[in-house]
C-alpha cells in the first residue's frame, strides 16, 4: 500500500508545489514545508520511503563527533536515492554541548562541503539550551554559515537569533519524543506573529493532527522525524504528515474566523 | 489561487480514491470521507467550489418544512454542478422536533425520490435530541429509508440504533458551529471502537487539525460545514479539509505507537 502511496504522491501535484520557496539562502530554495529526520533509520528503502512520501526536498546530514552512534553510509544511501536532488544541510543535534557541535559542524563543513546548519545544543536531558545556542550561532554566522537554530519558545532569545542573522528560527512545541503535539500555541503564535525570519515548529508532533496545528499557526515549516520513525508504517506517517502540512497551511491561508482550539 | 487548487486535486488521485468505499447502502457507494454541508451559501459558484475541493460525493439536500429558509433552486445549481455525479441524501438538519423531521422526510421523498436521510432531530438549542432521534429513526428504518442519525455521543444510544439498522452513526464532537473541535476525544473513541457500523464524527469541527483528528480516533468520515462556510475563502478551508481528512486517515492507518495527546 505504500507504494502506491509514494507514486501516487508523485504523480499528483500538490498544491505546495506551485508555493514560492518558504526559505531561500544563497543558491538553497526551501519549497517543502515538511523537513524529516532520517537518522533513526537503519534501513536504505525506509530512509527513500519517508523522503519520498513525505515530499521533504532538504536532506539533512550528520556525524557524531564523539562516535556514540551508529549511521547508515552515504555511499550506501546514494545507490538507492537520487541525494544530488535535495537541498543538503547539516545537524548537529546529536551535541549536547556547544564544543561537541562547534566540532560536528568542522567536520560537516571540511569532509561534507555543508554550509548551512541545523543548529541544536541541547542539554543532557535533550531540550534546546537556548543560551549555549546563541552563543555557537554568533560564532557560526560569524565564519559565513547559514544557521538555523532550534530553541525554547522564547520570544527574547527568538528576536535575538533573528536579529544576529539566523536564516529561520525553529521552535520547539514539545519535548523531543514526546509525541505530545503543541503544549501551548499561545507563545509559538507570539514569536510568528512578530517574527522577521520563517518559524519552524518542531519536537513533540507525533501525529497529523499536531503538524496541521502547527501550521494553522502560521508555522513556515514543521520538522518530523520521530512521529514517523516509531509508526508501523513510516512511509504511510510520512504521507500523512505531508497532506497534514498542506491541510494547515490552506487553512491557514483561508484565514477562518472561527476561533481555533 | 483557489481555482488553482481545485484544478490540483482534479489532476492529482488523492490516496484516498484508491480505498474501497466507507459505506455502501444499496446501490450507493459513499467513498469520499468528507461529508460538506452546503444550505449556508447563497452563491452557485460557492457551493461549486466546496463540492469539487472538498472532493464530497454526496450531495445533501434539504426542504425547511417549516418555511422559515431560503434556499437556492436545485434547477439553478443543476445548471453549474454535475449533480448526477453525486450520491444525493437528505438532510432533516432544520428540523427541531420529531414531527417536524417527519415531515422534511416525506417531502423529499416525495419530491426528490431521496432514500437515504442524513437524520438530524435537534433542540431548540440546535444540541440533538438523542432520544427523539432514535424514535424517529425507528419509523424511518420501518419505512424502508436508509438512516444516518446524529447524536451526543452515548455509547448506548449509538450502539441501539446499530442494532436498529442505522447504516451508519454520526456522533457530535463539540456543538455545531461552535469550532471547538474535539471536545473530549475518549466518549468518541469508546463510540468507535464498539461499533458495527461506521461512525462519522461532526459538529464544531472548526480547522484542519480537529479533521485529522477526528480521522485518527478512527472516524469512518467527518462532515464539515460552518468552518468552510465562514472561512474567507471556503474553497481553499475545502481543500484543506480534504487533506486534513486524507492526513488523519494515513495516520490512523500507519498505527503510531506514540501518544496522540
Given at each position: 500500500?505504500?507504494?502506491?502511496?509514494?507514486?501516487?504522491?508523485?504523480?499528483?501535484?500538490?498544491?505546495?508545489?506551485?508555493e514560492e520557496p518558504w526559505l531561500t539562502v544563497g543558491k538553497y530554495r526551501f519549497r517543502?514545508?515538511?523537513?524529516v529526520g532520517i537518522e533513526q533509520y537503519q534501513s536504505i528503502p525506509l530512509i527513500k520511503q519517508v523522503l519520498q512520501a513525505s515530499g521533504a526536498d532538504v536532506f539533512i546530514t550528520?556525524?557524531?563527533?564523539?562516535?556514540?552512534r551508529s549511521s547508515l553510509l552515504l555511499s550506501d544511501l546514494a545507490e538507492e536515492i537520487p541525494l544530488e536532488a535535495y537541498t543538503w544541510i547539516g545537524t548537529t543535534s546529536f551535541a549536547r554541548s556547544a564544543d561537541s557541535a562547534?566540532?560536528?559542524?568542522?567536520?560537516?563543513?571540511?569532509?561534507?562541503?555543508?554550509?548551512?546548519?541545523k543548529l541544536d545544543v541541547r542539554t543532557p536531558d535533550n531540550r534546546p539550551d537556548n543560551a549555549q545556542t546563541i552563543m555557537v550561532a554568533e560564532k557560526l554566522l560569524a565564519d559565513g554559515l547559514t544557521v538555523l537554530p532550534f530553541i525554547l519558545p522564547d520570544l527574547a532569545d527568538a528576536q535575538r537569533l533573528a536579529?544576529?542573522?539566523?536564516?529561520?528560527?525553529r521552535i520547539m512545541a514539545s519535548p523531543v519524543a514526546s509525541g505530545r503535539g503543541i503544549a501551548d500555541p499561545r507563545p509559538l503564535q507570539e514569536i510568528i506573529e512578530h517574527s522577521r525570519v520563517p518559524v519552524v515548529i518542531e519536537g513533540g508532533l507525533g501525529t497529523a493532527h499536531h503538524a496541521s496545528r502547527a501550521m494553522e499557526l502560521g508555522a513556515?515549516?514543521?520538522l518530523v522525524n520521530t512521529a514517523l520513525a516509531r509508526a508501523a508504517?513510516?512511509?504511510l506517517m510520512a504521507a500523512a504528515m505531508r497532506h497534514a502540512v498542506?491541510?494547515?497551511?490552506?487553512?491557514?491561508?483561508?484565514r477562518p474566523e472561527l476561533c481555533v482550539a
Open positions: 500500500m505504500s507504494v502506491q502511496v509514494l507514486d501516487n504522491h508523485r504523480a499528483g501535484q500538490p498544491p505546495e508545489a506551485r517543502s514545508r515538511i523537513l550528520t556525524v557524531d563527533p564523539d562516535g556514540m562547534l566540532r560536528t559542524v568542522e567536520i560537516l563543513r571540511r569532509t561534507c562541503g555543508i554550509d548551512v546548519i536579529e544576529l542573522g539566523c536564516a529561520a528560527i513556515a515549516a514543521v508504517s513510516p512511509g498542506t491541510a494547515g497551511r490552506l487553512a491557514y491561508q483561508s
